[in-house]
């Protein structure tokens, strides 16, 4: 092992884990070889080297799936390319469903994963027996069966890595802890460790569990908390053969191994164990954590009923080890919002042997490149609130979150821990009147209301849950009368300065050149032409602009916004977003209802769509901004915090004349999609372009100038797009769609749903998603010309496209 430390680098690693170990050789294989990886002990040294080494393939998302999958396929052919052995053993996996609900689960995921390529068999309990002799199907409804998943050795395959890398030229120096990371102007300028200093314009931090304080020595935030994590090896047993698949019985929380004719049985309880509360010891170093027998009692009867031959199995080795989990289970990769070229891959939820290899991939890709190479925003970084640091909070979900991975990923599933971090100022009002809340960025938001007697719970299903007909009465206040939708978790910038229209004209593909009261509807782009922030542009003042995006992407929209003006530009960007509350009020009776408590003149001569004014309202002078994400006569109301509670309950005491219901966010999908109104992070992100999104009328291609993306966006106009995002309406009232769906046109697979949800007013569940044409041009005729269906569950349904929206094509309505 070397032990010279050079002084200057490309790129500097944290971390000799798999991790790691994988950024280095997807670097060193990009052609990147002046890349120093710096371990404070021993490769695999931390949590790599006792992992179970399971190997699977199918991810609640299509792009973690893809990335999973192609982990697979690195994995199969490392031992060739290297020299090193890595264990590698290509057994498939079964996954069994003990009740109908996990096996929906199940059959869910096969489609979406058999869409692009993954195999995937379903299977009856008896076929699941043949494949696994040795389990009980008693309580066994169906199962999966991935015949290229894996199982790898840890340890072996992180060397295979390093060995890979190395040979490519990377330096790994063991026993180099780095102490410190270099910033200058908000851009990293390398690393220091115990022995000197090592200079770089990039530096990876792929600590592990240690990743959360490495990252807060410069203010950081990578929200990751260790926690026990328990596994047992049996005396060798009868009845196992070497090359098993891996089984999971999730119901169970327990996954099977065989390990040279003994049985690796490992568990994802409810309640899990935080660990490492006061820090991670500096000293730990292929250490163990103590036994708890207590513990794993209830996991290991559970496993018995499973297999029961463990019963008489006598255990060898009790085994507990500490891994990091995030707040919602996803790993955090990409690049820190707060310091330039500082990137992070860690977090990896007890899944880092098998998505090291493609999160390794990617994020060498997105440092060379300067971009990800598809849309990571699963995982990527810009995700998370610096609130997220909080050791409570993280140790608080933390208990909950590793059982979460085996829990059933029910639609609208809410987290129970660490909740009521983020309130409205209205929060205590709604949760009085009903609100069953629903937890976005830590942000409590009302997502239905209960009526009297009625307890605000959710009680999961595929199905209807026991909110549907409650949400479906407030989608009906909305198109009929009027309703209110609290909507104070939405993300706000105040831009201003001089040259702050220049500096928004840049980046809005829209023109905000526009007089003062105008709301602008535009998105942001990339040199791609992607779509990086979907949002509005209201014009305060010739000086001063208010940006309103989404609660989820507060952090990334802040920082593509402050990355983004020109440093010499007298421009400057607040986020104001805890300075205002919003209150919706959205349906034909708005305006009567607003009007009862306002002089201002709400006519549309005077106060037409599109457009933004300050009115008296109550006691207080609020923002009324005429636009809508429902599809009817609406204003936004921006209120300052402190006043919010007074204009509520003015227009809660005028309401009764007008019809007004309180609204939640599951009536607000079921409206938005019936007007095809697209949402950021499922029907549009960073790899569609506003012309694939059927958003080209907000593009203004003409505006002196340009804007980023413009080059692109030209082109493809020119050549025409060979994507696009289309509405899907299901031609029964059931099953429900929620995303991911495959799309067939006339009897091949065309494209996937972005998002679904039952649309009321149209009475059948209602999808967008894009389309493609093996290559080809993708044009309405194309879109109209086909014989749909949507497959859900390994069913395919018939449906049916359009390119105008479902309800009020028009839209006459928004502009009454
Ligand atoms: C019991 C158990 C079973 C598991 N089973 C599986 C499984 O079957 N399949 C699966 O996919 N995953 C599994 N996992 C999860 C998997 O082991 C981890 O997700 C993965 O090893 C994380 O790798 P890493 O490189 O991020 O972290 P680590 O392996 O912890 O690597 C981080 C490295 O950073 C180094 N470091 C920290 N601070 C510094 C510093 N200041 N300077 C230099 N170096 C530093 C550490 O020494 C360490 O070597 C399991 C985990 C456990 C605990």
């Known amino acids: 092992m070397e032990q010279y430390v050079p002084q200057q680098a490309d790129i500097v690693i944290i971390g000799g884990g798999i991790v790691g170990t994988s950024v280095a050789y997807h670097l060193a294989r990009r052609g990147a070889t002046n890349v120093v990886l710096l371990e404070r002990r021993q490769l695999t040294c931390g949590t790599t080297w006792h992992a179970a080494g399971l190997v699977g393939q199918l991810r609640a998302t299509l792009n973690l799936t893809r990335l999973a999958k192609y982990t697979t396929e690195l994995y199969r052919g490392l031992e060739a390319e290297t020299g090193q052995a890595t264990g590698f053993r290509q057994t498939g996996s079964l996954a069994v469903a003990a009740s109908a609900g996990r096996f929906e689960e199940l059959r869910r995921g096969a489609s979406m994963a058999r869409s692009f390529g993954l195999e995937v068999d379903v299977l009856t309990p008896a076929e699941a027996q043949s494949v696994w002799p040795l389990i009980s199907i008693e309580d066994v409804v169906g199962a999966v069966w991935l015949p290229k998943d894996g199982r790898t050795n840890p340890i072996d395959t992180t060397q295979a890595l390093a060995r890979g890398a190395r040979s490519r030229g990377v330096r790994i120096i063991e026993n180099c802890r780095v102490t410190g990371i270099e910033v200058e102007d908000g851009r990293v300028t390398g690393v220091r460790h115990a022995g000197g200093a090592v200079r770089a314009p990039v530096v990876v931090n792929c600590g592990g569990m240690w990743a959360r304080d490495i990252a807060g020595w410069v203010d950081a935030t990578v929200p990751l908390h260790a926690a026990e994590h328990f596994y047992i090896v049996t005396e060798p047993m009868a009845g196992l053969s070497p090359g098993m698949p891996v089984l999971r019985d999730a119901d169970g929380c327990s996954y099977f191994k065989e390990d040279t004719g003994k049985l690796l049985v490992g568990w994802f309880e409810p309640k899990a164990k935080p660990w490492g509360m006061d820090g991670i010891p500096e000293s730990f170093c292929f250490e163990t954590l103590p036994e708890d027998l207590a513990h794993i009692e209830p996991l290991f009867a559970a496993a018995i009923r499973r297999v029961p031959a463990l019963e008489q199995a006598g255990v060898q080795v009790f085994f507990n080890g500490p891994e990091s989990f995030t707040p919602d289970d996803r790993y955090l990769l990409g690049e820190q919002p707060e310091v330039r070229g500082l990137f992070v891959a860690a977090g990896f939820n007890s899944i880092g042997i098998q998505s090291a290899g493609g999160a390794g991939k990617v994020l060498a890709d997105w440092i060379l490149d300067g971009h990800a190479p598809m849309d990571l925003w699963d ?346 995002l289309v509405n899907f309406r299901l031609e029964a009232d059931d099953p429900l769609l929620y995303h991911n769906e495959p799309i067939w046109r006339s009897g091949r697979i065309v494209g996937r749903l972005t998002s679904g949800m039952f649309g009321h007013t149209v009475g059948r569940p209602l999808g967008l998603g894009y389309v493609e044409n093996d290559g080809e041009l993708v044009t309405d005729e194309w879109v109209l010309g086909g014989d749909y269906q949507l497959e859900v569950a390994a069913a395919r349904l018939p449906a049916t496209a359009a390119l105008k929206p479902f309800y009020d094509p028009r839209s006459l309505r928004v502009k009454a």
Request: aromatic share 10%.
């Open 379 to 724: 995982v990527d970084v810009r995700r998370v609130a610096p609130f997220q640091r909080n050791r409570s909070y993280l140790h608080d979900r933390t208990e909950e979150s590793l059982g979460l991975l085996y829990a059933m990923h029910w639609p609208f599933r809410q987290a129970a821990s660490a909740r009521g971090v983020r309130k409205s100022a209205l929060h205590d009002r709604l949760r009085e009147r009903g609100a069953c809340f629903g937890e976005v960025l830590g942000y409590e938001r009302p997502n239905w209301f209960a009526p009297a007697g009625v307890a605000p719970e959710y009680r999961y299903s595929y199905g209807r849950q026991n909110w549907f007909e409650y949400s479906q009465q407030e989608h009906r206040a909305v198109r009929e009368q009027v309703g209110l939708f609290d909507q104070s978790s939405f993300a706000k910038f105040v831009v201003q300065g001089r040259d702050a229209e220049r500096a928004l004209n840049r980046l809005c593909a829209a023109d905000v050149a526009v007089a003062p009261g105008r709301i602008v509807y535009t998105q942001w782009l990339n040199e791609r032409g992607g779509i990086e922030a979907d949002l509005t542009v209201t014009r305060e003042s010739e000086e001063r602009f208010l940006v309103v995006s989404a609660c989820a992407t507060q952090t990334r929209d802040f920082a593509w916004l402050t990355r983004n003006i020109a440093p010499q530009a007298h421009a400057s960007a607040c986020d104001v977003s805890s300075a205002y509350a919003v209150l919706g009020l959205m349906g034909p009776n708005s305006r009567a209802l607003l009007q009862s408590l306002t002089d201002a003149d709400l006519s549309t001569a005077a106060f037409p769509f599109a457009t933004s004014q300050i009115i008296d309202l109550g006691y207080a002078r609020v923002r009324a901004s005429r636009i809508t994400y429902v599809g009817e006569l609406g204003y936004e109301l921006y209120v300052p915090t402190e006043f919010v509670q007074g204009v509520f309950d003015a227009l809660a005491g005028a309401g009764g004349a007008h019809g007004l219901k309180l609204c939640g966010y599951h009536a607000m999908n079921s409206l938005r999609i019936e007007k095809a109104y697209r949402h950021w992070g499922h029907d549009v992100g960073e790899e569609d372009t506003p012309l694939e999104a059927g958003l080209g009328f907000a593009v203004n291609f003409a505006k002196s100038g340009g804007f980023i993306g413009l080059e692109a966006l030209l082109r493809q106009k020119e050549q025409g797009v060979r994507r696009r």
